[in-house]
């Protein structure tokens, strides 16, 4: 569980990156921010650090899979998972096989799924046209050298939290994808559908 109490170290990095940004132009756009981005560049970067400068660390969940969850399991719970949350199976890639299909040479299991709100995608995309980078929501399924499996996806508190206030109803939509797209890596990881 995390600390609500922030660390000396943190609050010494929120003085120096205060005072540091106010030279910058940040206090001009400070007020149209998300009340959240604050804390979650705070976060962001304590995964950097914690990460030894891994910016993929910093900007992405990670969830481990529970032992025995197979990776038809994971596909099921996902798909159970999105069902009425308006995300649909957009796509999948199946690397390891493609891989192993052009080398000859057996992978360790890579499998990327892609979900999308299709209006969601659009209000997205007229809110900043630099979201439709992060299109589709993707979660990967990456086995690991001791053969241990893990999700990844985009950390979605950057997408909802961490710039400008986002107007409703997109807010509450982009919240919804954000937790949809959590709920999913949970049941995938644990096998529930």
């Known amino acids: 569980m995390k600390s609500t109490t922030p660390s000396l170290a943190k609050l010494l990095i929120a003085a120096?990156?205060?005072l540091s940004l106010s030279g910058c132009g940040f206090l001009s756009i400070k007020e149209n921010l998300?009340?959240?981005a604050i804390p979650t560049y705070m976060d962001l970067y304590s995964s950097f650090v914690d990460?030894?400068?891994d910016l993929g660390a910093a900007t992405v969940w990670r969830m481990k899979v529970k032992k025995g969850v197979?990776?038809?399991d994971i596909g099921e719970a996902f798909k159970s998972a999105s069902l009425g949350t308006g995300l649909l199976d957009v796509g999948q890639m199946p690397l390891s096989k493609e891989i192993e299909a052009r080398s000859g040479v057996k992978q360790r299991y890579l499998h990327i799924y892609q979900f999308c709100n299709p209006l969601t995608?659009?209000?997205a995309a007229d809110f900043s046209p630099y979201f439709t980078a992060y299109l589709p929501c993707r979660i990967s399924v990456v086995e690991d050298e001791n053969g241990e499996l893990w999700l990844y996806s985009l950390n979605m508190d950057m997408f909802v939290h961490g710039g400008?206030?986002?107007p409703e109803?997109?807010?509450t939509e982009a919240i919804k994808v954000r937790d949809t797209i959590w709920n999913m890596m949970q049941k995938g990881a644990n096998?529930?559908?």
């Open 34 to 36: 998300d009340p959240e």
């Open 164 to 166: 400008k206030n986002m």
């Open 121 to 123: 995608a659009r209000s």
């Open 51 to 53: 990460s030894g400068g």
């Open 70 to 72: 197979t990776t038809d």
């Open 169 to 171: 109803p997109f807010k």
């Open 16 to 18: 120096t990156a205060a």
């Open 191 to 193: 096998g529930e559908f």
